[in-house]
């Protein structure tokens, strides 16, 4: 990773830790957490009032979104679903509810602080159908073919491997899965120091994609039945789109992200997510093993 990916990545981290801290701190002032984005293109008005108050304040404050993706991802009962930059955790308490008991959503998230605010507001919810991991949407410690939906809101654009975000993506649905996200896309005709014109990377624009750009990253990770569909302007020729992809029922790819079951090891435990995994340190369980790097296996 080159230094300036590494500066970015970092950039983005403290924002969205700032973030987290603010909703946190606001929780125990006398009028309740604030929202994070006042803007009505980015936040938590891009959800229904009746879905903002099934949920705990928190999580409502802490969204940081484009638009709603649970309302487009077509979550069926008995599901699992992927939440890529599960921030305060509002998606995947929503997809929680939606998948059912017999279902689970996952949230993945780098920012220590968001985890501890997300797992925060997923016991205010009750929610038992629920996990959050550790690690970076271009390395998703998940092993392959274990989800069925995978969903994102106004976290793509922010990645500074687009490119691995999507292999990673399709790695680890099952075949025949599907993709459901809000993200910022760019009109094919800016340039992309003309993204950056228009808004910082953090803010979610400089490293939006153009609609061409996009769609290309997806088929090049062998996604089918692609749609980029604008909803609503966020800058001058940038738009928050719902963005609907699939992974065709014939595909196979091998398993081998950073935390996935590579070579029947992964995450410090050998034989990972089978019957027999033992950890790798005789000195550590399993779930310590595990813990420590933030891999989870689906259950």
């Not at 719902?242 to 029922?249: D, S």
């Not at 005789?282 to 420590?292: G, I, R, Y």
């Amino acid at each position: 990773m080159s230094e300036q990916s590494t500066d970015l990545r970092e950039t983005v981290r403290q924002r969205y830790a700032a973030a987290a801290v603010k909703v946190t701190e606001g929780a125990t002032a006398c009028c309740g957490p604030q929202p994070v984005e006042v803007d009505e293109t980015f936040g938590s008005t891009l959800y229904a009032a009746d879905e903002r108050d099934t949920l705990p304040a928190e999580a409502v404050a802490a969204s940081l979104g484009c638009g709603n993706p649970t309302a487009v991802a077509e979550l069926r009962e008995g599901e699992r679903v992927l939440d890529l930059g599960s921030g305060g955790g509002i998606d995947v308490l929503l997809s929680a509810r939606r998948v059912g008991p017999t279902g689970k959503a996952y949230g993945l998230d780098m920012t220590d602080e968001m985890l501890a605010l997300a797992l925060a507001n997923a016991a205010k919810a009750g929610a038992t159908n629920v996990e959050f991991l550790k690690g970076t949407i271009e390395a998703i410690p998940l092993p392959a073919s274990t989800i069925d939906v995978v969903i994102s809101n106004c976290v793509i654009n922010l990645s500074i491997d687009k490119a691995a975000v999507f292999a990673e993506t399709f790695r680890v649905l099952k075949p025949g899965g599907r993709v459901g996200v809000s993200d910022v896309v760019a009109e094919d005709t800016l340039t992309t120091g003309q993204r950056a014109e228009r808004g910082d990377y953090v803010g979610c624009i400089a490293g939006a994609l153009s609609f061409a750009e996009y769609r290309a990253g997806l088929e090049a990770a062998g996604f089918t039945d692609i749609e980029i569909t604008p909803t609503h302007a966020v800058a001058d020729g940038m738009h928050s789109a719902i963005v609907r992809a699939g992974k065709p029922a014939t595909a196979t790819v091998p398993d081998t992200a950073a935390g996935a079951a590579t070579d029947s090891s992964c995450c410090g435990v050998n034989d990972c997510c089978t019957s027999a995994e033992q950890a790798a340190d005789p000195s550590v369980t399993v779930a310590e093993a595990k813990s420590a790097a933030g891999c989870a296996c689906p259950s």
